[in-house]
């Protein structure tokens, strides 16, 4: 957004996201994004970030349909090239490596920076993840070289949780059980315990990461409850996802994962 921002100032451009967690509300221009799609409104060029299918656009899918032209840009191996144009890269870390290698470096501000840093670091947790490679270091480092605050942005969006987050990742870990030889792990949270801890889907983020550091587990799941029942984030390996023992993730996900979250 910042990108274009800078170098189309004449386009009109919109952001449309869920609400993001208010760590994340110090990068430019989060304060533009809207939270629904205004009745009657068209535009000529949709670009779909981080999203394998349609279904998770949500309430701007409508939008993307009647879009003039469309365009993808994700790192999920399973995406399913839903766009007119699309550029998947299974082995890329994350979506924010894969643009910033698509922009002209010379033309990334540091506002951009910050944010593609931000995703970066999110999607590699920290670079501790298998699916940070050299080229997602090379990357971090220009980042860095456009004079970001990195260590803020670890500190204060990674690591730092509000007392309620701390309590229901407590919460969380004690609920959760192994399965599959201890392999996996899962865990849930019910709309019930949400509202107790005063918690929204937003506050839930980094739960799959601190149960994916149980000795022994390869894939971590985290569901919840807010208006569906869904899962809200499965952590796996990616040699997983490329190896023939990548069908049984979702097939545990649905044998496994709570039916009755209330």
């Excluded at 993307?64 to 082995?91: M, P, V, W």
């Excluded at 970001?148 to 870990?173: H, P």
């Amino acid at each position: 957004y910042n990108y274009i921002r800078e170098q189309y100032p004449g386009k009109e451009i919109s952001v449309y996201l869920e609400d993001i967690p208010n760590t994340l509300k110090f990068m430019q221009g989060t304060e533009t994004i809207l939270h629904e799609v205004p009745e009657g409104k068209d535009c000529q060029l949709f670009i779909a970030l981080d999203c394998g299918d349609m279904e998770r656009l949500g309430f701007s899918a409508s939008l993307f349909k009647r879009a003039e032209r469309t365009l993808c840009i994700d790192h999920h191996i399973s995406n399913q090239s839903f766009a007119t144009e699309n550029y998947i890269h299974g082995d890329a870390s994350s979506t924010c490596e894969l643009i910033c290698q698509l922009l002209p470096g010379e033309k990334i501000s540091r506002e951009t920076a910050e944010c593609l840093y931000t995703g970066i670091v999110h999607d590699t947790g920290v670079f501790r993840y298998t699916c940070t490679s050299p080229e997602t270091m090379r990357m971090a480092a220009f980042l860095m070289e456009k004079g970001i605050d990195c260590s803020r942005i670890i500190t204060e969006t990674f690591d730092e949780k509000t007392y309620a987050q701390n309590q229901v990742l407590g919460r969380s870990l004690l609920e959760s059980f192994l399965f599959m030889d201890g392999h996996c792990i899962v865990s849930s949270i019910s709309k019930k315990v949400m509202k107790f801890y005063g918690v929204q889907p937003k506050h839930l983020d980094g739960i799959v990461s601190q149960l994916k550091l149980t000795k022994g587990v390869d894939v971590a799941i985290s569901c919840m409850k807010w208006k569906t029942a869904s899962i809200k984030s499965v952590s796996v390996p990616q040699t997983l996802w490329t190896s023939a023992a990548s069908p049984s993730i979702s097939e545990a996900a649905v044998m496994y994962v709570p039916q009755a979250i209330v």
